[in-house]
């Protein structure tokens, strides 16, 4: 981009705050147009619902919005966010089984989200070098001559005004109008894959017993997995202010608590173990229940379009958005605007840069919907040939071996936590040296129940799981 250019980011969520940081170092001039008017300081808004809900930044993530906004990680930390040595500062029941706690290989901060959206929002408006215009909504998108050149935008007393653009970066999220503003132009939307495992989410935040927040571990516990059967899963996650944030999810057909009085023994009744409802049962709720059904899985492919005009991107859930259960959501839209910065760097055309966006995008995308898939009542609607081709119940075989294995193989653990974490690309698991490793690397017992030490029980006060008996 030339230093005289303006280049006009849509929403001003974590991506696009993060690719309005990268455009800044390349272009003469940044705006973000955001529809809310934001918060000074942590706070919840309409344009982020679900903020409400429990988030973790994988290790991937964090360096990477560490390397775009230098000591963000170190000032989530300094304001009570915890960093969780994975897998060793978490207890987990898999749907195939208990986790050993592993030495930690990787982290991830788990902090709300109101709280990271706003130092990460904070760190970038300090560098002084972007434009935020706040209760303006982007409503078409301006072209001429095959390019995209500004941006229809309502204020909020409605009046509508243009904004000129070099470049428009859409990061308006899950419900962006991309579609809508492409066919107004008369340009083709682009492909787009769709996989709905049907994923609920019902949330509480709990005051936590005093010190449990800095010394007990993470926890997520998910039910047996029966292929024909909904899925239910549960985490307690440690947050600033000594709280816990709890969520219960599940895929379709599976129930949620509706109400306050439900969400124990919802916890109790539908997770493959009582420690979630445990460690509710004793302490004060903070909040009412949030409810969210926004986790389909779904791609863009403005990439492979033929037709796609010049001078736009798209980038954040508005491009790929995931089964929030995985915790990648944040991590791709840090690594879209690490794929801007680069592709800018490298005086690339738009093609290229969505070309190199797509990539950074596709590692979180195929595990999200690949698993998904397996999932009883999931609707698929795409054309990823790793979704829908002859091999899927093949790869979903070898993807339980490799779970069953990194339940109790340190290495094999470390190597799967990499993958998900997004610290190492998933074709490692495809490598010589990991299926080596699957078959060569001895295993632990099995456990058969959560791995808590007895100091981190007497934390939260829970006698019942103090001996851990092994199969
Ligand atoms: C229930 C749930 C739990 C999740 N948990 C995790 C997790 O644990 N870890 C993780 O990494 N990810 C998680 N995610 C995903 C994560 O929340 C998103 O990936 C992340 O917020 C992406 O941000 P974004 O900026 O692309 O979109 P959004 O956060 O949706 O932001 C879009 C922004 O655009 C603004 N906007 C919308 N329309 C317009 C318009 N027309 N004009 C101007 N502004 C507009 C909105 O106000 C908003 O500010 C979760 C998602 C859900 C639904």
């Known amino acids: 981009m030339s230093r005289s250019s303006h280049a006009v980011v849509l929403g001003g969520g974590l991506a696009g705050t993060l690719a309005a940081h990268a455009l800044a170092r390349h272009a003469g001039s940044v705006t973000v147009l955001e529809r809310d008017v934001l918060p000074e300081g942590p706070g919840h808004r309409r344009g982020v619902p679900q903020a409400r809900h429990a988030h973790l930044l994988w290790s991937n993530g964090a360096r990477v919005i560490d390397a775009l906004l230098p000591g963000t990680t170190d000032r989530l930390l300094a304001a009570g966010a915890r960093r969780i040595g994975f897998q060793g500062d978490q207890v987990t029941l898999t749907v195939r089984g208990w986790q050993h706690r592993f030495e930690p290989t990787q982290f991830a901060v788990l902090c709300t989200r109101p709280l990271l959206d706003w130092i990460v929002r904070d760190q970038v408006l300090r560098t002084g070098r972007l434009h935020l215009r706040q209760g303006a909504e982007a409503v078409a998108l301006r072209a001429g001559g095959g390019r995209i050149t500004g941006v229809r935008v309502r204020e909020a007393d409605g009046r509508e005004t ?267 698991l495809g490598s010589s040296r990991f299926l080596s490793l699957m078959h060569r690397e001895g295993s632990l017992p099995k456990l058969s129940g959560p791995p808590l030490r007895p100091e981190e029980l007497d934390l939260v006060r829970l006698p019942a799981y103090r001996r851990v008996p092994s199969a």
């Open 162 to 428: 243009d904004v000129d653009a070099d470049l428009v970066v859409d990061a308006t999220g899950r419900a962006s109008g991309l579609r809508h503003w492409l066919a107004d132009l008369d340009v083709r939307p682009p492909d787009k894959d769709v996989v709905d495992a049907g994923i609920g989410y019902a949330t509480r935040l709990f005051a936590a017993p005093p010190g449990a927040t800095g010394a007990f571990p993470a926890v997520n516990v998910g039910a047996p997995h029966d292929p024909d059967e909904p899925a239910h899963f549960g985490v307690v996650y440690p947050v600033e202010d000594d709280r816990w944030i709890v969520t219960l999810s599940c895929t379709r057909g599976g129930t949620l608590p509706a109400h306050e009085d439900d969400f124990e023994a919802f916890a109790r009744a539908r997770l493959g173990h009582p420690l979630v409802a445990d460690l509710i049962g004793s302490v004060e709720p903070l909040t009412p229940v949030f409810h969210s059904r926004s986790g389909a899985n779904r791609r863009l492919y403005p990439e492979r379009h033929d037709g796609w005009p010049d001078g736009l991107l798209v980038v954040g859930d508005s491009l790929t958005a995931f089964n929030p259960v995985y915790g990648h959501g944040m991590s791709a839209a840090a690594r879209c605007a690490a794929a801007l910065d680069r592709e800018l760097a490298a005086g690339a055309d738009t093609r290229r840069i969505q070309e190199a966006i797509g990539a950074a995008v596709d590692d979180p995308w195929i595990l999200a919907a690949s698993k998904d898939a397996g999932y009883a009542g999931c609707r698929i609607d795409a054309t990823d040939p790793r979704l829908v081709g002859e091999h899927t119940a093949q790869q979903m075989r070898f993807a339980d071996a490799i779970i069953d294995k990194s339940l109790v193989a340190p290495e094999v653990c470390a190597t799967v936590t990499g993958v998900i974490s997004l610290s190492a690309g998933q074709a490692e």
